[in-house]
């Protein structure tokens, strides 16, 4: 039986569900665009828009030109069996695995968890209520805490009197409240506080290193309102639970549906602290698909303990690591195998974004063999560049200054004081119960009439009072940082990714000439219109405002 290698698994899932070329769009709406007598219509754009625009706000565009461009680049690459690349299928692969893992998730699990209302207020009274108030008291040893008991006497006693007997010396203890749930504490303090009135004290209990008595301050019960603000809570828990079990369930069927055997006496017999080189090829696990051998394992192994090494776990038990281990393979290699068995890709609402990342994806492996130049930027180019554009690597103006507005008695009281030779900051602060901040502002970040007085200030000088938008304002200069130009070895790099940027522009737009060229294009401008007025993206309408925009 083969064994479950990486590369084996690969080939299993690509014969299983790489076609040729990836799977045409459905075709249920008009013709908008023919390439070459290939027809993409409406819903195909729709598909491809919904998948390729930036955000969900982005207007359409004017014209089909970007989605034709696409068509062409995707058309090419297919022409030219880039799907063939390992590469490229690899990046397909994964993506494949990830999303259908998270369908087979939604359709064994989260579809299946149902969580009723009554069951929600259950657990909400038998874990989140009564709320305790409740002040820990610390103890030295249980006879300071007995001392305690047989100075406060029966019954209930207030918090006041407990922080008074705190302060003193004899016995000593320290004490510390809080609001707490039934579910959220220790199962004994639990008990201990069912039992406890208000103001009720217990017995010493041993805790960590400490002895404690707890004091019961406060019992609130549940209402309406507290259910309400802890209901998601609630349901988070529920879900969690009922998550666990369905998980649980669905890889108990999957280690019968692939057959799957534990070697348990193989595995308890490896020795994970010898050296590689002594373990076989002798399987540790089998299914019906394929195996993992001692080697197989311990590279996953040795893998685990790299990172538990270099996130600072413990070694722990080396029994119960091997058996995490080998659950671990199990649960991943049958979640992936069935998740890839059940076609996510071929169904929707999966299918069309599976066929949009194929064509995508091929693109993407054009646009890395055909535009992208891996000759070296020449030296004298990026000169070139940096001394035409001085200005873009010019850092601007910084202004050190403090702003304030008020009312224009205050403005003018305030500039009259500073002029006789107050200081500004403190005599802002008296008019207006506040310091300004001082603030360091590009001057080009400023509003244009706070620019122009600026730009007749000294350092240290105040404005006159002037208004701008409706404030009255003044403005104190405290310093400037003058205009600096970045010296070519900061923006080197900046540049390089300009040029090639550019060169790559250049190469796909002389590329997209070549093929609309050589092609036969014809554009359903009624349905475009249509689409337009109707809106694109999900298939739910768009307003004609964001569409004409």
Not at 413 to 442: N, S
Request: hydrophobic share 40%; net charge positive; charged share 30%.
């Amino acid at each position: 039986m083969r064994p479950i290698t990486p590369a084996w698994i690969l080939f299993l899932v690509l014969a299983a569900i790489l076609p040729a070329s990836c799977p045409a769009g459905t075709a249920d709406d008009e013709v908008l665009v023919t390439i070459d007598h290939t027809a993409y219509t409406t819903a195909d754009f729709r598909v491809w828009w919904e998948n390729w625009r930036s955000d969900e706000n982005m207007a359409m565009p004017q014209t089909p030109k970007p989605f034709v461009d696409w068509l062409l680049l995707f058309r090419e690459a297919e022409r030219m069996k880039l799907y063939q690349d390992p590469a490229y299928r690899k990046k397909v692969l994964t993506f494949l695995k990830a999303r259908t893992l998270m369908l087979l998730k939604e359709e064994e699990i989260d579809s299946r968890i149902v969580i009723p209302e009554q069951e929600l207020k259950a657990r909400y009274r038998e874990e989140y209520t009564p709320r305790y108030r409740v002040n820990i008291l610390f103890f030295p040893s249980r006879a300071a805490a007995e001392r305690l008991l047989a100075r406060i006497g029966p019954g209930p006693v207030d918090v006041q009197h407990l922080q008074a007997l705190a302060d003193g010396e004899d016995p000593p203890f320290s004490i510390q409240g809080g609001w707490y749930r039934p579910g959220s504490i220790d199962p004994q303090w639990r008990r201990i506080l069912a039992g406890l009135p208000e103001g009720g004290l217990s017995r010493p209990a041993a805790w960590r290193k400490n002895v404690v008595v707890l004091h019961c301050q406060e019992i609130r019960p549940g209402d309406a309102m507290d259910f309400a603000n802890m209901r998601e809570q609630v349901r988070r828990v529920l879900w969690k639970e009922q998550e666990q079990k369905l998980t649980i369930a669905l890889l108990q069927k999957l280690r019968q549906k692939y057959h799957v055997q534990v070697d348990g006496k193989r595995l308890q017999e490896l020795d994970i602290s010898r050296a590689d080189g002594d373990f076989s090829d002798q399987p540790v696990i089998t299914t019906d698909r394929g195996l993992v051998t001692e080697k197989e394992f311990m590279a996953q192994v040795r893998r685990l303990q790299r990172f538990r090494r270099r996130n600072g776990f413990r070694e722990g038990d080396s029994e119960v690591f091997k058996q995490q281990v080998a659950n671990g393979i199990i649960d991943q290699t049958l979640t992936s195998w069935e998740a890839l068995s059940r076609r996510y890709e071929k169904r929707p609402p999966f299918a069309d974004t599976y066929t949009y990342y194929c064509r995508h994806r091929l693109i993407r492996s054009l646009e890395e063999r055909v535009f992208r130049d891996p000759a070296p930027v020449p030296a004298e180019e990026v000169r070139r560049y940096y001394q035409e554009h001085r200005q873009e690597f010019t850092r601007p103006e910084i202004i050190r200054m403090a702003i304030v507005d008020g009312s224009a008695e205050q403005m003018n009281g305030l500039w009259t004081e500073v002029a006789m030779g107050g200081d500004f900051l403190e005599l802002a602060r008296r008019y207006l119960g506040h310091a300004p901040p001082v603030r360091d502002v590009p001057v080009d970040h400023l509003q244009p009439q706070v620019r122009e007085v600026a730009a007749r200030l000294a350092r240290g000088e105040l404005s006159p009072v002037f208004e701008v938008e409706g404030h009255v304002s003044l403005l104190l200069l405290v310093d400037r940082k003058p205009a600096r130009l970045r010296p070519l070895a900061e923006v080197e790099q900046q540049i390089v990714r300009r040029l090639r940027q550019q060169r790559e522009a250049g190469a796909r737009k002389d590329f997209l000439a070549r093929l609309r060229g050589r092609s036969s294009i014809e554009i359903n401008r009624v349905a475009w219109r249509r689409l337009r007025e109707s809106g694109a993206g999900d298939g739910t309408t768009v307003s004609r405002e964001q569409t004409s925009r």
